[in-house]
């Protein structure tokens, strides 16, 4: 199906440990987009990629690695998990700049 | 990095109301985006609205970005209007800074 596809939606891992959220998307978009919405901070930005093997660091970067060596594919990463990083992570695609995002449904991270 | 207020941050309706979510934004912009999260935690986009004015359906936003700030009108509104409406202008590197939000409860 065409689209925007994160996974997994809910997942739980313990601290220290290393876990990476999928996003995949169908359309070619160049411009990908890794988001962490929490309550009383809304959404905000950790990684974006404005194609293959380009990335650059959003305001909340620390503690992610992303990559992207295909277009349609943009895993962000965590690489030692930490309860401040417990929160919904969203994926969102965009064919420029200009034109609308458009969202995946979410990955659930719950750090314990 | 740009600033992003929207007002109210909650508002409660009877259905067939209208109402108006406003988003002030403290530096020039060439992109402004309105979303719709929906009770599921489904994002989706309403209007990309760097200025001007675009309706669709009961919906209509507009942007008056000499002035910073931008407009979201909800019409007759529905309950499957409720859920958390964003408003997301561009933050000067080709990123989106997202509002806090406005809750909108839309009451039977």
């Known amino acids: 199906d065409a689209g925007i596809t994160q996974s997994p939606r809910y997942k739980i891992t313990e601290t220290g440990r290393q876990v990476t959220l999928m996003c995949h998307q169908t359309?070619?978009?160049?411009?990908m987009f890794w988001y962490r919405q929490d309550l009383g901070h809304g959404l905000r930005l950790i990684y974006y990629?404005?194609?293959?093997?380009?990335?650059d660091k959003g305001e909340v970067p620390d503690g992610y690695v992303v990559s992207r060596s295909k277009t349609e594919n943009f895993p962000l990463t965590l690489e030692s998990a930490t309860r401040s990083q417990t929160s919904v992570y969203f994926c969102?695609?965009?064919?420029?700049?200009?034109?609308?995002?458009?969202f995946g449904s979410g990955t659930r991270l719950t750090v314990v | 990095g740009i600033q992003v207020e929207q007002s109210p941050p909650d508002l409660i309706l009877q259905e067939g109301a209208n109402s108006t979510l406003r988003c002030n934004f403290s530096?020039?912009?060439?992109?402004l985006q309105w979303f719709h999260q929906n009770p599921w935690g489904q994002l989706i986009n309403l209007f990309y609205?760097?200025?001007g004015t675009k309706q669709n359906g009961r919906l209509s936003a507009t942007t008056v970005a000499t002035e910073r700030y931008s407009l979201l009108y909800i019409s007759s509104s529905q309950t499957t209007d409720s859920g958390v409406y964003f408003c997301?202008?561009?933050?000067?590197?080709?990123?989106?800074?997202f509002g806090k939000g406005t809750k909108l409860t839309v009451n039977p």
């Open positions: 997301a202008p561009e933050g000067g590197s080709e990123k989106l800074v």
């Open positions: 609205i760097p200025s």
């Open positions: 530096d020039s912009v060439n992109n």
């Open positions: 969102a695609s965009s064919l420029e700049q200009d034109l609308g995002y458009t």
């Open positions: 359309w070619s978009h160049s411009y």
């Open positions: 990629s404005a194609a293959a093997d380009i990335t």
